[in-house]
């Protein structure tokens, strides 16, 4: 029986091909890859060992680039090299950080190499194309299969159009399934794989003149698909929006020698690791931006989410100058730093961004805000910018528009992807910021032209105003999306709703939308997300009722110098730490719909010395259940020694502000 039980133990053990492989291990000795040529692919298998377990991650994942005309021969792996690096990382969730990672490259005599790098958070890698001089290549398709051991749990964002999976606005809420039972509809990145001692999420970087990566459940495992490259396009009328109507039958093509984008197995131990992983913006090409003084961060009074709702004035509010002198008003009131002109400033369906519609003045509206210290910021669609770039940044740029939110691209071809780049260094040449919406989530761009200072690429409160909360349960979205879709950076999630609705009240009201969850849930979103152009999605009539609310979202600042998950579970609850240049640091909480009490233990978030800090937080209030607008606002000074119990109500949260006492 023991010799029995012994067998049965050893066949459980994961069975590598050893013959040609060879082990990258990261900095700290934990994790292992074990990368084996087989042929004209690759297989790499991703592992933890302890002294009587075995932790795996991917076993025997599968590589291969398809390159017409070229037969993949003889791998030979290099030897092995460590680095480190120290990263400046302005406008990011952290000043700067430090990485260190093992490097492999695995060659072949075609020309293929394949770099793989193993850090502490993950293991990367990516193709290199080396012999290709001058030479065109088309890639007709790059195979990535990642293989995981049993049958784990995922959490897949599936694209919400099933006849044309490739072509959606990247908004979804994720799907959480085992494996095996997984819908075979594609998913974009990121996504996560919980595996029994970490959780893995798939993501991607460096996207630069490439297809970006969807992946498909079947066969128990998750594989990569991409866009192929469009050959004909139709347009939209509506908002004369470009889409692919036919495609090659290849995914890309090119002259040259080149890199590929690197492939992320981001890897944590605990949910709280997760939000603060930094390989998407590590692994992307440094920032091409000598001089980044001019990329001004900001709060931004926003028009659209309220639909334009103002009350008691004396005029008809709509796109129209009068009404966004009111907006500038406001914004200047409460020293904000923008504020957007949504769409409609100039007519959608002509495609000319260059025209505005009559009753908007914009070179009158810019002196005005100017005046005050606030500047504008013009919504376009992406295509309708990418034909008249050069002739609308000059013309902007010279009448004092600081920058553009760029709209509804929906897809991840190759040529969408070229599109950013070239709209970024464009909009960099001329000091133009950009916010960048109906586009996937950030792979790099942000490192490589920080002018990109949001990125939609979320279910945002914008769903609030048709969505039935039976339908999408936001709160619980709410606190699962920064562990997964917030390791990729920015997040345009557009907060800060004021009418606030318990899980009884709330309904979908598209005119005066109301949020799912409490009134300090929304203010919490504003230290919980990464968002350094941070919208104020209500009215300005709407925040003037609320004068402490919006002091307090006035106060943030739209960028922090340092992130810290103090405690979290992905789908339930968060909590986050940050602080400013001026260190002041701030906290805030978020909770699914189960209200939750905790204790905030000062000595761990104050330095132990003799200061003093000034407090002033926001609390659910003691109806908050009931009336989700219940908040308490409170001032005090503590010390280290000091704790502050903190009640969550359902779908509540808290934020706070700690400034030492001089």
């Known amino acids: 029986m023991k010799r029995i039980l012994l067998l049965l133990a050893i066949s459980t053990l994961p069975i590598f091909n050893c013959a040609l492989a060879q082990t990258l291990t990261s900095p700290d000795g934990r994790l292992k890859v074990d990368i084996t040529p087989q042929g004209q692919q690759l297989t790499y298998s991703v592992y933890e060992e302890e002294a009587v377990d075995r932790h795996i991650y991917a076993l025997d994942n599968v590589i291969r680039l398809d390159i ?60 290199l194309l080396t012999a290709f001089d001058k030479k065109e290549w088309k890639i007709k398709d790059e195979v990535a299969e990642f293989r995981f051991p049993g049958d784990p749990n995922v959490l897949l964002p599936h694209s919400t159009n099933e006849k044309n999976p490739k072509a959606m606005a990247f908004q979804a809420t994720y799907s959480q399934s085992a494996l095996s039972q997984a819908s075979h509809l594609e998913a974009f990145l990121p996504a996560t794989v919980v595996c029994p001692t970490a959780k893995v999420t ?61 492939r992320i197995m981001a890897i944590a131990r605990e949910d709280k690791e997760m939000p603060m992983n930094n390989l998407v913006y590590a692994l992307a090409t440094p920032s091409q931006v000598k001089d980044t003084s001019w990329i001004r961060p900001g709060h931004v009074a926003w028009d659209w989410w309220n639909d334009w709702g103002l009350q008691g004035v004396n005029f008809k509010a709509g796109i129209n100058n009068v009404t966004y002198k009111h ?58 910018l990418d034909s008249q770039l050069q002739a609308a940044c000059q013309k902007y740029a010279q009448m004092g528009i600081a920058g553009f939110k760029v709209d509804f691209l929906d897809r991840y071809d190759q040529e969408a992807a070229r599109m950013i780049y070239r709209i970024a260094e464009a909009c960099a040449q001329n000091h133009l910021v950009l916010d960048y919406h109906g586009i996937f989530a950030p792979q790099g761009i942000q490192r490589t032209w920080p002018n990109v200072i949001n990125f939609e690429a979320v279910f945002g409160m914008e769903e609030v105003k048709w969505t039935a909360h039976d339908a999408q349960d936001m709160p619980q979205y709410d606190v699962t999306f920064p562990f997964i879709r917030g390791q990729a950076g920015f997040v345009d999630f557009t907060p800060g709703g004021m009418r606030n609705a318990s899980r009884q009240d709330y309904q979908p009201v598209y005119s005066n939308p109301m949020t799912m969850g409490t009134r300090c849930h929304q203010l919490a979103h504003y230290i919980v997300h990464e968002s350094p152009l941070t919208m104020l999605a209500d009215s300005p009539s709407a925040y003037e009722r609320e004068p402490q609310c919006t002091q307090f979202i006035a106060s943030l600042p739209p960028v922090y110098q340092s992130l810290k998950v103090m405690d979290g579970k992905m789908g339930e609850f968060i909590i986050v730490l940050r602080s400013d240049k001026q260190g002041n640091l701030y906290l805030a909480g978020e909770t699914n719909w189960q209200e939750r009490d905790l204790t905030i233990d000062f000595g761990t978030i104050l330095p132990h010395d003799t200061s003093e800090w000034e407090l002033t937080a926001f609390t659910d209030g003691p109806n908050a259940h009931r009336v989700a607008t219940d908040f308490q606002a409170q001032r005090g000074v503590v010390c280290w020694r000091d704790y502050l119990p903190v009640h969550m109500a359902s779908g509540g949260g808290f934020a706070m502000k700690l400034k030492r006492v001089k």
């Open 327 to 384: 907006y500038i008003d406001f914004a200047a009131k409460n020293h904000l730093e923008y504020i957007i002109l949504d769409e409609g400033w100039y007519d959608p369906k002509s495609g000319d961004m260059l025209q505005t519609i009559p009753e908007i003045d914009l070179p009158e509206l810019v002196e005005y805000a100017k005046a005050r210290n606030v500047r504008l910021i013009l919504w376009t669609v992406f295509n309708v």
């Open 202 to 262: 798939l993501m991607e970087s460096d996207v630069a003149d490439y297809p970006g990566m969807f992946v498909q459940a079947g066969g128990g495992s998750l594989k990569a698909s991409f866009a192929q490259v469009p050959k004909t396009f139709d347009f939209y009328p509506w908002r004369v929006q470009k889409y692919v109507k036919d495609t090659e039958d290849f995914i890309a093509q090119g002259t040259g020698n080149r890199s590929l984008p690197w």
């Open 68 to 127: 017409e005309g070229t037969d993949v021969k003889k791998w030979s792996i290099s030897s092995k090299k460590s680095k480190h690096e120290h990263i400046v990382a302005p406008n990011y969730r952290q000043a700067e950080f430090d990485v260190r990672y093992n490097q492999l490259f695995v060659r072949s005599k075609s020309g293929i190499e394949v770099e793989f790098r193993a850090y502490n958070e993950g293991v990367a890698y990516r193709f």
